[in-house]
T-cell receptor, first 114, second 111 residues
Framework: EPEVTQTPSHQVTQMGQEVILRCVPI?????FYWYRQILGQKVEFLVSFYNNEISEKSEIFDDQFSVERPDGSNFTLKIRSTKLEDSAMYFC????????????FGSGTQLSVL | DAKTTQPNSMESNEEEPVHLPCNHS???????IHWYRQLPSQGPEYVIH???SNVNNRMASLAIAEDRKSSTLILHRATLRDAAVYYCILRVDQGAQKLVFGQGTRLTINP
């Protein structure tokens, strides 16, 4: 079965540094999402993206966050100046508009901010 | 977003059926009932979804109450690999609609 690929699997950064988390969604999917999960807590929605623009974003997704689809295959999440509280597992997901009931999630990138 | 209520945890034995309940008394007519699960150290995984009628797929069955205020995910024969957190989520299937995850039910399977 096709899958969503995320890189890197682990990323360690210093507070205040910029990080870019990368995702390769399933090739024919058109809806893209980022979620995060702080250790021991719920999976939280960050942002959805369609047709090269943000469809919806949560309160967590402030000016420090941005998303981009720089080419036909990648979908990135950038955190401009990381904070300690940004430490979490970040999941990318995608869905097919023809089968929109099913979101496919990647295995996640564990971000540790020191 | 309409809310769902699930037990925090459940336990079952390997090769026995498991019934995971979910209450969603404020469900609206356009809400689909979705179930996802999250295995340890992995991303969420789609299990099944339905609107009004009961649904079956290779992973599980979904039984939906006639008034749609509750539903039950049925794993017919649990394996150790089914140990996960199971999430019941209401979602309108329109556009890039987000999933809103609750705490879910942590299912433990005993060998």
């Amino acid at each position: 079965e096709p899958e969503v690929t995320q890189t890197p699997s682990h990323q360690v950064t210093q507070m205040g540094q910029e990080v870019i988390l990368r995702c390769v969604p399933i090739s024919n999917h058109l809806y893209f999402y980022w979620y995060r999960q702080i250790l021991g807590q719920k999976v939280e929605f960050l942002v959805s993206f369609y047709n090269n623009e943000i469809s919806e974003k949560s309160e967590i997704f402030d000016d420090q966050f941005s998303v981009e689809r720089p080419d036909g295959s990648n979908f990135t999440l950038k955190i401009r100046s990381t904070k300690l509280e940004d430490s979490a597992m970040y999941f990318c997901a995608s869905s097919d508009p023809g089968l929109n009931e099913k979101l496919f999630f990647g295995s996640g990138t564990q971000l540790s901010v020191l | 977003d309409a809310k769902t209520t699930q037990p925090n945890s459940m336990e079952s034995n390997e090769e026995e059926p498991v019934h995971l309940p979910c209450n969603h008394s404020t469900i609206s007519g356009t809400d689909y009932i979705h179930w996802y699960r999250q295995l340890p150290s992995q991303g969420p995984e789609y299990v099944i979804h339905g609107l009004t009628s009961n649904v079956n797929n290779r992973m599980a069955s979904l039984a939906i109450a006639e008034d749609r205020k509750s539903s039950t995910l049925i794993l017919h024969r649990a394996t150790l690999r089914d140990a996960a957190v199971y999430y019941c989520i209401l979602r309108v299937d329109q556009g890039a609609q987000k999933l809103v995850f609750g705490q879910g039910t942590r299912l433990t399977i005993n060998p």
